[in-house]
Structures are given as C-alpha cells and as structure tokens.
C-alpha cells in the first residue's frame, strides 16, 4: 500500500489564487462561445502516442482561429458509435473492430483529399484486408508497423553467425548457439498476446497465405470443419507444429514469464533473440539504450525469397459519419498529414511510412525489413482475423503450455461456426 502523504495548509494567497481560476473559468468558455470557433473531438489512445498527438493539436490550434481541437484519449469509441456521438476524427489502430465500422457505413468518404492519393496502392490494398464499404476510402493508413525476429547483433557476431534465410538455417541456427550455452530465443507465454503476435503469427504467416486462408473461411462459415477446404485444424496444423518446434528452442520458464519480464531478459544479454514488434525496441533502448540490436524476418521454408514480416496498419485515420464537425475534422487531417508531421512519428516510433514519398526507414533496428515492406512481401497477423469473442490467445497460450494440438484447433473451427451462425 502507498501512504497518503499529507497535504501542506492551504495559504491564503494560494486560496485566493485558486478561487479567481475558478471564478475565470467560465467567463473564458462564454468568451470562446461568442466566437465562431468550430470544436473538433479527436480521439487516439495509443498511449505512448498521446504526447505526440497532444503536441500536434496544440500547434494546429495555434495555427488558425477556425477551429478547436480538444484530444480525447479515453471514450468508449463503440458506446460512442452506438450513441451516435462518436468523435469527429480518429487516429488508431487499424483492426477488425474498425472493420466493423467500415463494413456498415458509419465512416465517411475520404476519397477525394489530396492525401488519400498520396497512399501508397500496396498500403491501399492492405487496407482492404477487413470488410469494407463498397466505393468508399472510409480510412487513411498513417503508419505501418512490421515484426520480425529481433536479434542481437553482438551476440551473432561474437560466435561467428549469419542471419538465416531458411528454415534449415534457422532451425541450425538454433542448435549452434544451444551448443555454445546461448538461449536462442527469450519467451514470455503469462501474457498470452505475446505468443499470438509473435510465435502463431510469425509460423503461420510464413506459410500460409492468411488473408485468402480467411477469405475462404468466411465463405465456409457455420459450415468449417474438419473436411471443409480450410480450417483451422488442418490449415494451421503445420505451422502450429513448427510453433511448438521453435518452443523448444526458449527458456524453460516461459510460462511464468510476462511481457516486461522478456524485455528485461533480453536486454540483458540472456538469449540471442525476440520474438517482439518495434514496441519492444523502444521498450529495450529505454533499459539499455546501447543495444546493438537488428530485424530479421522468420524464414519458414526453403526458399529464401519465401521470407515474409508480420505487419499491421499501427494507425489508421477516419471521419465518421455523424461527426459533428466534419469539415474541421478534414482541416485537422490534413494537418497531421503533411509530410514534416507524418514523417517524424514514423520515425520516432519505429515504423514505415504509407505515403508514396515517405522516406526510407534509417533507423539500423529496423532497416532491413524495408526491402520487404517495399515489395509488399508481408502479411498481417493470423490471430488478428479472429473475433475476440472467441478466445483465440488463451487457446494459443494453452498449446504452448502444453494443451493437445488438434484438440485445441478443432475448437477454435467450432467457436469460428458457431459466430458464423449467429452473425
């Protein structure tokens, strides 16, 4: 428990300083009212992107006098939906929720800005990864993260190895640095995402083309099972398989380890390699920020150029359609586009950019995954098609601990029928 500190007498001065900012207070919002100031609510919460936001909205209200943008960090964002009072922008995630919003109309068109031609067409196409509005731009993809296996470049080149491009040379890799008592790789399977986004998507990414894997998946719907076209149970049997091959390769106490935990371990020298996004980076260079650290893609089969990254749209902006400030939503959009704004999130926060005159990512953590950004030789997650109603991460985390296979992914084809039935 945290002891209550007490507080210091209140001063008279201080009082009355305190008592004319209350009494201030609503003469200055009457003094806002008389104006002709258009408020705009903008809604992201990406937590360690709330100063950077904050930042931007402040200078934009500098700016110009037309508009207010208030930065709203904390609404229910599907209450506010249902409400009819959603924000008048957003910035996030890109996800199957926001799918949602696309797939019924609720977000506007944003086609003919200027910016939405700025997008690079592969980023178009990944934008169409979840159900959309038909003839609608309903969102902008603002930055892509990609994940691949972080290593430790001091490691590698301390006993001679080379990054693999196979799944041979991986699996050698692995061995090689058993034989010199190194942990290949760190896990941290308490916090079950870290396995979905890291372990399962990396494996069934690589050889599995996910989004035609679930494109056919909601064609079959109530109807997937064991004899279906795909399913989860014969799909994803060999990647799950190799899932559970790499396994063997992390440390015995995986189970008993968080995501906080990882991060501590590997920073500090106790295994080779990470199974983590570039949210991990920042998290590692806070701890040490001398690190010398590099991406590679998890190469799953023999051919090299088969190596894909994992990637998602890390935010994404819209307008919905009952905002009530929509032009000043437009304004605002514009402004967090233009390249100087744009750009620099990108890389303050590790991630590539989706305009088509974005510059190369420099940072050496995460240079080498350009190439396959740029060739559009990615994928975005397997577990991030799934409905939350359905429990895929702890199924996943219950296979790495130990669980039956077969058993477990014939229940996630059982949970996926019976939403599609209800849906």
Known sequence: MHRREALPPLSRRTFLAASAALLATPLASCARGNTTTTDIRFYQSKPEAIPYFTDLASEFNKSQNTF?????TATNLSASFVRDNPPDLGCLNYNLEMGRFMERG?????????????????????????????????VLP???????VIYNRDIFDQHGLEVPETWDEFINLCETLKSKDVLPIYSTFLDPWTITQGLFDYTVGGLVDVKDFY??????????GPDSEVSFQNTLREPVQRMMQLIEYTNRDATSRAYGDGNSAFADGASAMYFQ?????????????????????????????????????????????????????????????????????????LAFGTTKDAPKAADPRIADMQRYYDEARY?????????????????????????????????????????????
Do not use: C
Not at 113 to 138: C, F
């Open 277 to 349: 996004g570039p949210w991990a980076l920042a998290q590692l260079d806070v701890i040490d920020p001398n690190l010398n650290l590099g991406t590679f893609p998890l190469p799953m089969t023999d051919n090299p150029a088969d190596r894909k990254v994992r990637v998602n749209i890390d935010l994404s902006l819209w307008i919905p359609e009952k905002a009530d400030a929509i032009p000043g939503a437009r304004e605002f959009l514009k402004f967090l586009m233009r390249p100087e704004n744009q750009n620099a999130y990108n890389e303050a926060f």
């Open 68 to 72: 207010h943008v208030t930065h709203d």
């Open 106 to 138: 609720a977000l506007t068109d944003l086609a003919d800005l200027p910016e939405a031609d700025r997008i690079r067409d592969d980023v178009k196409e990944l934008a169409t990864a979840y159900a959309t509005y038909e003839g609608r731009t309903s």
């Open 215 to 224: 494109d056919k998946m909601k064609v079959i719907g109530k109807d997937v």
């Open 142 to 148: 603002y930055s892509v993260t990609a994940s691949s």
């Open 379 to 423: 994928y975005m997650g397997a577990s991030q098609f799934i409905p939350k109603s359905i429990p895929a991460e702890n199924y996943i985390q219950a296979i790495a601990t130990g669980a039956d296979q077969e058993s477990v992914l014939a229940r996630l084809d059982a949970d996926w029928a019976r939403f599609a039935f209800r849906a």
